[in-house]
């Protein structure tokens, strides 16, 4: 799916909606500091600016009709902040240049044979009750109607009803929109709904409508917005979430300008800082620290950082919505992706579960894994240009690097093991060869690829003495995985491999990159699990470290994904340091017989 943005600010949808795959067409916001947000996270998205001139560029087939189209025109002519007034705002009347912009999209759309397009709208719950009846023309012209909707019939003068209010001042009715609610109009079917961000895990109240609308008869908005009872999100954190108390300065700007102070423990008021105004909004850590007006991004003054996430919206709840979407999407069946085997068997490799992790690790410029194992991910990966590779088993690392270099010399040695070397006593002689540690490079990456195909379930261990002790697996015919080994020798000369720890390997990660981990998993409780990893295997100290170490990558630039158990300890620590959690089923690959390795649940965690 592409989507257009208008009204873009610093674009909480495309930081909600990056591990839905999903790509941004173009922007369209006129705010220089926001702009220059969107210039340094984005540089290859275009900015149009001024919405106002989209609907002419799409007409025209200058500017490209997206799949979705997704704004906040501007509150204020609906905040009190802003003197509430409507439509003879510059700013209200921005909602009539949406309409037209949207109708020039789906005309568009329809002479190319694409399905028309989804439209989503955000602002705050003033809009129901504006003077002039703006939510009503809206909801009308995005609904193709002529004439301005009304929520119910009006009463007599100087009478109050469920949907208008008298006003004694301008003796007019006001309208009172109802919080939730659908039409289906000429054009497009239209539902919206308030929300409040704060049941969406935002540390504030934040209440603001969602308006969903489209023409395509495969889609209902009500389905999108609307959601069984149990699961309507009118519920207050617990009491066993802690909630900071957030307190509003009053100022002369809009409700979303207003700097935020928050109560300490100590019962003192202090200024939030930008960062802490990022994450009370589900923004990455310093999404708007950028070079501003001369100065590096370290002095980006605070007080356009502070208007600009102000006015953005609500990243966990855009989640929700893209997410609805996604769902609400009719699936084509295509033909199911192959995804290529490593050639190598190793102890928790992630081949089974590609589809899931496919989904959501993110694209990037480089894949970065600390524990690559077996290589089923970035043997996989068509969203990275380069990988980092990494390991603490040197037998691994040096087995890939000398199929990088030498991959016939290595081919053809490892071939010649296979065919000679296929009982248990041939194997024990090799195993007792490579371990004397006096094999060349060459020799030592086919013996080890030949022991790895031929000892018990390819399990990997070494004893104190770093000697390989796994027995014999008794194959009666080993699979030699050429044409796996050449899938990878393809896909080497973008890749370096290096011999690290974890803690090393993701001291280099930075900005562009995408991190992979997949640890050892934690033990589930009542478990001894399968914790090798070095001499003192991984430990719980070692899970924390590891989080660590990845939210500092994240905090450098990095996106971060990690798989582990749902041991409750591992979801506590994750939840702590702030990732996202994703609940994945995964096939046990390790278990003397096939038939008893079950189905479990595994979480994979994103920063």
Known sequence: ?????????????????ETLGWKAAWFAEIEKFPAAVLATRWPEVANLGDMTKIAAAVRAGTVEAP??????????????????????DPRGQLTLSYVETADAIDIQRRANGKPETIFVWENVPGAFSSKDNAFGCFLAGMAGENEEFEPGPRPASGSNSKFWRWDKKTCKHIPVWSKRGAVIGRQRRVAWRTFDAQYFGVAQRRPRILLVATARTDIDPGQILFEPESLRRVNPPTKQTPVPVCLTARGAGSLDDRETYVATPERRIRHLMPVENERQMGLPDNHTQIPWNGKNAADCPDGPRYKAIGNSMAVPVMRWIGERIAAALPVAEPAPRIYQRPFLKWAGGKYSLLPELDRLIPAGKRLIEPFVGGG???????????????????????????????????????????????????????????????????????????????????????????DFNVGYGKYRAPYFPAAEINAFVSMSRRC?????????????????????????????????????????GFTWDDQQELARCCVAAHQRGARVVISNSTAPRIIELYKGHGFDLHHVSARRAISSKGSTRETATDIVAIL
């Open 376 to 466: 089923s991910v970035f043997i996989n990966s068509d969203k990275h240009e380069s990988f980092l590779l990494a390991d603490v088993n040197a037998d691994l690392i040096n087995l890939y690097q000398m199929l990088t270099v030498v991959p016939e010399l290595v081919t053809e040695w490892a071939k010649g093991l296979f065919e000679k070397l296929n009982d248990e006593d041939s194997y024990i002689a090799c195993r007792e060869e490579f371990n004397n540690q006096k094999m060349s490079g060459p020799e030592r990456a086919a013996a080890f690829l030949y022991i790895n195909r031929h000892c018990f379930n390819g399990l990997i261990r070494y004893n104190r003495n770093g």
């Open 1 to 17: 799916m592409r989507y257009g943005s208008v009204c873009s600010g610093i674009e909480a949808a495309t930081v909600a909606w």
């Open 496 to 536: 370096v491999f290096m011999n690290a720890g974890y803690i090393r390997t993701l001291a280099l990660a930075g900005e562009g990159d995408v991190v992979y981990c997949d640890p050892p998993y934690e033990p589930m409780p009542g478990t001894a699990g399968f914790t090798n990893y070095a001499a003192g």
């Open 67 to 88: 799949d979705i189209m997704v704004g906040g025109t501007p509150c204020q002519a609906f905040s009190i902040g802003g003197l509430r007034k409507g439509l003879s």
